[in-house]
């Protein structure tokens, strides 16, 4: 796909959508939170720039998978994946374009889903049915967005008490009080063997999972009634900072990048890794851009942006962009077993222009352009 008139090409956000756009057809992408991440950020990345052939290529991608009827091409509600509800968001936009049913019918496909969706006995909503009783925090992400725009769109108010609810509930079973980090994930019956047996966490701070968490936060934000409208909202400001808080103080000093297991920087193997740097860049640079928090977090996500930029984009000879050092998959538990140990973070395999590296750093370049830091483009 060639670029036309596109009066922003020198930036990095539509530099990388053109590199996407450049690399895949619309047959290399699947109905997954992974490729629903990246084309959300391309059309974030229209939004901006008016650019209407990334605004025709969501278009084209959502028409691929939803039919007629409403229904989902290679979606199963009795799966009870969580992960599989966050590429809906993308049905909102298409929705409020067109006005036509079937958008609607897909979104209550998903939402009914998430009204029957497995729970621990604390209401949290299990990761998956073959995970049970599993709590991790990529599922903040995956379903709490699309849930709290439900409940703007369609007046589901109680819906936002639920989506603040598995927030709270999370942090709280997470979040450990000496360094503020949240870590991966929490079994609440302590049976799989990644699990503390007296805690049920997981025994490391992945820095892409608390990516998603942070990122779930100022996007649910978009959404909640402002001010006294929802007593809640105040609640997830103050998580978002504390997270953020303990995020900074493992910032990388060198590159201003971290690492896949965020607090252990010297520990042989771990690596500067890039879809948690992008997703942080993003939570900080939107989280000071609505008021959530103070602009001393706006430098360290420009140092974030800077890292990035630096040290893991490179320029082919074709003028593409690569993404280097993106964590290509990291979970627990499963077939072949995942044990969540130091080793088992540091040898999942590593994707260039993975897209769950590619979708942040593009919404990520979006912001930082948005707050006017636009670092130089060289050739």
């Not at 691929?64 to 994946?81: K, L, S």
């Not at 706006?298 to 003028?319: C, E, P, T, V």
């Not at 077939?335 to 590619?358: A, L, M």
């Not at 930082?368 to 060289?378: K, P, S, Y």
Request: net charge negative.
């Amino acid at each position: 796909m060639k670029p036309t008139s596109l009066q922003n090409i020198n930036t990095w956000s539509t530099r990388m959508v053109e590199s996407t756009l450049q690399r895949y057809t619309l047959k290399d992408f699947q109905w997954h939170y992974e490729h629903g991440l990246q084309v959300m950020a391309i059309q974030k990345a229209g939004e901006a720039t008016g650019e209407e052939r990334y605004l025709k290529f969501v278009a084209d991608w959502i028409d691929t998978f939803v039919q007629p009827d409403g229904t989902i091409r290679t979606y199963r509600a009795d799966e009870y994946n969580i992960d599989q509800i966050n590429a809906g968001k993308l049905l909102y936009g298409a929705y409020e374009r067109t006005g036509a049913e079937r958008y609607h019918k897909a979104i209550e496909h998903l939402r009914e889903q998430m009204r029957t969706h497995p729970r621990n006995s604390v209401n949290g909503f299990w990761h998956k049915q073959i995970y049970p009783y599993q709590m991790w925090l990529d599922g903040i992400y995956m379903a709490g967005p699309f849930l709290s725009e439900y409940a703007m769109r369609f007046n589901e108010p109680e819906t936002f008490d639920d989506v603040v609810y598995q927030i709270t509930l999370i942090e709280k079973h997470t979040c450990d009080p000496k360094t503020g980090l949240l870590y991966h994930a929490w079994d609440e019956s302590k049976a799989q063997r990644w699990c503390d047996p007296e805690t049920g966490l997981s025994k490391y701070f992945w820095g892409r999972g608390v990516g998603w968490f942070v990122m779930a936060i100022v996007d649910v934000l978009d959404h909640l009634p402002q001010g006294q409208d929802h007593a809640q909202r105040s609640e997830l400001i103050a998580i978002l900072d504390r997270a953020s808080a303990a995020i900074v103080k493992v910032q990388d000093e060198a590159t201003g990048l971290w690492y896949q297991i965020l607090d252990l920087p010297e520990r042989e193997g771990n690596y500067l890794e890039a879809s948690a740097s992008a997703m942080f860049v993003y939570a900080f640079a939107k989280g000071v851009r609505n008021g959530y928090l103070v602009p001393d977090y706006l430098l360290s996500a420009r140092r974030g942006y800077h890292g990035l930029l630096q040290n893991l984009i490179k320029l082919d000879s074709q003028g593409l962009l690569t993404l280097e050092k993106v964590c290509g998959g990291a979970g627990l538990g499963g077939v072949p077993y995942r044990d969540g140990s130091f080793e088992y973070y540091i040898t999942e395999k590593i994707i260039p222009n993975d897209p769950k590296g590619v979708g942040p750093f593009i919404l990520a370049a979006l912001e930082m352009e948005r707050a006017g830091i636009n670092e130089e483009m060289t050739e």
